[in-house]
């Protein structure tokens, strides 16, 4: 959990002792990324600004994974970003998103991806989806 002097950070910060709020301009990218994954688009074949393609079996494992967990994933709310982090880790922010189900709502699964700076902006990979 995020103290609340840090939660009103809103830019990427690069500090490896200790995480930070998800950065404001990832935001639409990562409510993007998990609209995909709501429609079971695992592989977000639909090209997805900024995200790197999926392989085929770390989609599978993703789809796979929600399946098993055995409820419905819904577009993230905008309580999410309290209790979502990302962390500078030396060369990406290690990133953690809090997913929320239709019946449970804020669930136990996490999304977890990384973030790259790249020309002009950002570059994110999903790592894998799963329970802490």
Same mark, same amino acid.
Request: net charge negative; glycine share 6%; aromatic share 10%.
């Given at each position: 959990m +995020?103290?609340? !002097?840090?939660?009103? %950070?809103?830019? $990427?910060?690069? &500090? *490896? /002792?200790?995480?930070? $709020?998800i950065?404001?301009e990832?935001?639409?990218?990562f409510? #993007? @990324? %998990?609209?995909a994954?709501v #429609?079971?688009d695992f592989?977000?074949?639909?090209?997805?600004?900024?995200v790197? $393609? =999926?392989p085929? !079996?770390? !989609?599978e494992q /993703?789809r796979k994974? @929600?399946?098993?967990?055995? #409820?419905?994933? /819904? $577009?993230?709310p905008?309580?999410?970003w309290?209790?979502?982090?990302?962390?500078?880790?030396?060369?990406?922010?290690? %990133?953690? +998103?809090d997913?929320?189900? %239709?019946?449970?709502?804020?669930? &136990?699964m =996490?999304?977890d991806?990384?973030v790259? #700076?790249?020309?002009?902006?950002y *570059? +994110?990979?999903? +790592?894998s989806?799963?329970?802490?």
């Amino acid at each position: 959990m +995020i103290d609340a !002097a840090r939660a009103q %950070v809103l830019s $990427p910060t690069k &500090d *490896e /002792m200790a995480p930070y $709020p998800i950065a404001a301009e990832w935001r639409p990218t990562f409510r #993007e @990324v %998990v609209c995909a994954l709501v #429609e079971g688009d695992f592989l977000l074949s639909r090209g997805i600004p900024r995200v790197r $393609p =999926v392989p085929p !079996a770390r !989609a599978e494992q /993703m789809r796979k994974y @929600v399946g098993s967990y055995g #409820e419905t994933l /819904m $577009p993230l709310p905008d309580d999410s970003w309290q209790t979502s982090e990302s962390q500078w880790m030396g060369s990406f922010w290690d %990133v953690s +998103i809090d997913l929320w189900t %239709v019946r449970e709502g804020r669930s &136990d699964m =996490v999304l977890d991806a990384r973030v790259f #700076e790249a020309d002009g902006g950002y *570059e +994110i990979e999903l +790592i894998s989806l799963y329970v802490p």
